[in-house]
Every structure is written in structure tokens, then in C-alpha cells.
């Protein structure tokens, strides 16, 4: 051990509620407002945990209820991105990005002092003020990756911007081949 102080940083929970259109995917967004960190600006239904007792998914269907009033069964969160995000100020976060495709309700605004408008996108194009750290997410997604590094630069703006683009995925593993042993595969139940 080094003797410095450990590194923390928050944890925080993002909601890509997700619907098939006849058009393609869409997502729901919703504009952050009144005196909140990017407000004006587009962003996933999010929230931070409450504390050690709650785990991610716990958080995620409490924020879910929350934000827009959606009932989720932890049965239905797949998780999807695991963003690592510095924002251009240097304070850094991780954030869980979950992918929800059957919920009970219909999603509405139900913190109108931090949210002002929420609606439906297309998941290939999201609005252009959105949120850097969530669009990098939400382009991590799409690409079908599981782990990103989205670190901002001093003077990188907080909404999306193609030119700021941070966006560094890291690649996993490839899945073990479907017979990767000698001989033929072992069945259930075989104790060999």
C-alpha cells in the first residue's frame, strides 16, 4: 500500500427503458431542470445509490419509480454499459447503465424540480443536447460494448459534442469456443 488515501468515487444508476417501434428502438429521455447539475439538457432517468444496504438493481427500479413512475421487476434489468466518467470539471463517477424492455406503467415526470419534459427517441438519434457522460453511455450501448472510459478534458462542454468526443470503450473477452475441451462435450449432471 501506497499509504495515500484511497480513491472513491460516486456510484450511480442509469435507466434505458427501452420500447420496439415499427421504426426501430426508442429510449426514454428526460430534460434535466431547475438547479441541478446539466439541467436543460437531455439525459437517462438516473439516480445515485442511497447507501451501502441498496445494491444497483435495488436503486435502479427504486429510481425508476422515482423519476417516472414506471413499476420494474428485478427479474426484468439486464445490465447493458458500465460507464468509468471524469467530467470536465476532474470529479469523476461510475455509472451502471441497464437496459429495461417490459415495466408496468406509463412513464411520466414525476419530479417536475428537476425535470421539466420527458419523451421517446429513437435510439439512433438522440437529441443533440444530451449529456456527454450519458450519450457516451447510451453510444457504448448501441455498439453492443459492455465497459467504457468516458474522460472529459477541462473545457470539454457537458452536452454532447462530436468534436469533444471522449468515448473509449474497452473490449472483453471473446466466449470460450463451444468446445474448447478435448473430446465430447459433458452433459448436465456429469460429474467427469
Known sequence: MSGRRRHTVPVDVHLILRRETGDGPEVLVSRRAGAVYAAGLWHLPSGHLDGPHEDVVDALIREAREETGVVIDRADVRAAVTVHHRAPGGSARVGFLFEVRRWAGEPRVMEPDVCDAMTWVPLDALPAATVAYCRAGLDAY???????????????????DPAAERLQV???????????????????????
Open 142 to 160: 448501441r455498439a453492443g460494448e459492455h465497459l467504457a472510459v468516458h474522460f472529459q478534458r477541462p473545457g470539454d462542454p457537458i452536452a454532447h
Open 170 to 192: 474497452v473490449s472483453g473477452v471473446s466466449p470460450l469456443p463451444v468446445q474448447w475441451w478435448p473430446g465430447p462435450a459433458p452433459t448436465l449432471g456429469d460429474a467427469s
